[in-house]
């Protein structure tokens, strides 16, 4: 188990909390070296849908945000992207749980789109669509720096998914950390334990 840093002891989340999600290497099998182009390339984490459906149970509102320069780059178009994100919707809700939306940065990481994390543009996104979300009160799950950068940009509590010993460099950016989503489900229920 992590150890929580001493202000996250009493972390009390109710429905005012949004979790943000990272997708693929947090929801899906990271394809090492490519993208996860299509649906049939798309495989889901062990568990992960009932760590979801406990956590749509604590969290107001999950999100996804995802960097998806595959598109960019012309390997994979928005319509095979959406066609995942519709299936991880559909497929979330019928074993219990909620993804209020999902948004994702197509550009390429040379063009330093606002979009594109370790910039905010999904959080401002999310946060149009969705006005009563409050960053302070809002938790970025991801597996990589940038996701954490974007996190602790936004102002929101970072949870890094690794099965490896941070680096040092990396403790200012992550607050808390877990082998999995099943495992960081576990905690929020009971944070205190
Ligand atoms: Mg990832």
Same mark, same amino acid.
């Given at each position: 188990?992590?150890?929580?840093?001493q202000s996250?002891i009493?972390?009390?989340i109710?429905?005012s909390?949004?979790?943000?999600?990272?997708?693929?290497g947090?929801?899906?099998?990271?394809?090492?070296?490519?993208?996860?182009?299509?649906?049939?390339?798309?495989?889901?984490?062990? @568990?992960i849908h009932? #760590?979801?459906? /406990?956590?749509?149970l604590?969290? *107001?509102? $999950?999100?996804?945000?995802?960097?998806?320069q595959?598109?960019?780059?012309?390997?994979?178009t928005?319509?095979?992207?959406?066609?995942?994100?519709?299936?991880?919707?559909?497929?979330?809700?019928?074993?219990?749980?909620?993804i209020?939306a999902i948004?994702?940065a197509?550009?390429?990481?040379?063009?330093?789109?606002?979009?594109?994390?370790?910039?905010?543009?999904m959080?401002?996104l999310a946060?149009n669509?969705?006005?009563?979300i409050d960053?302070?009160?809002?938790?970025m799950? @991801?597996?990589?720096? #940038?996701?954490? /950068?974007?996190?602790?940009?936004? *102002?929101? $509590?970072?949870?890094?998914?690794?099965?490896?010993?941070?680096?040092p460099?990396?403790?200012?950016?992550?607050?808390?950390?877990?082998?999995?989503?099943?495992a960081?489900?576990?905690y929020i229920?009971?944070p205190?334990?």
């Open positions: 188990m992590p150890v929580p840093k996250f009493n972390l009390k109710d429905k909390w949004t979790l943000f999600l990272d997708r693929d947090v929801i899906n099998r990271k394809i090492d070296g490519d993208y996860v182009r299509n649906l049939n390339q798309f495989e889901w984490l062990p @568990g009932d #760590s979801i459906r /406990q956590l749509s604590v969290f *107001g509102k $999950i999100i996804i945000v995802t960097n998806q595959g598109v960019g780059k012309g390997l994979m928005h319509e095979e992207v959406n066609t995942i994100h519709e299936h991880i919707k559909n497929l979330v809700a019928e074993k219990g749980g909620k209020d948004y994702y197509p550009e390429l990481k040379s063009e330093n789109s606002d979009l594109r994390k370790p910039n905010i543009g959080a401002h946060k669509d969705f006005p009563g960053f302070l009160k809002s938790i799950v @991801g597996d990589t720096m #940038s996701d954490m /950068q974007f996190g602790k940009k936004a *102002g929101m $509590i970072t949870v890094f998914i690794t099965n490896v010993k941070l680096p460099e990396s403790l200012n950016l992550i607050d808390l950390h877990f082998e999995d989503v099943a960081f489900a576990v229920q009971n205190g334990s």
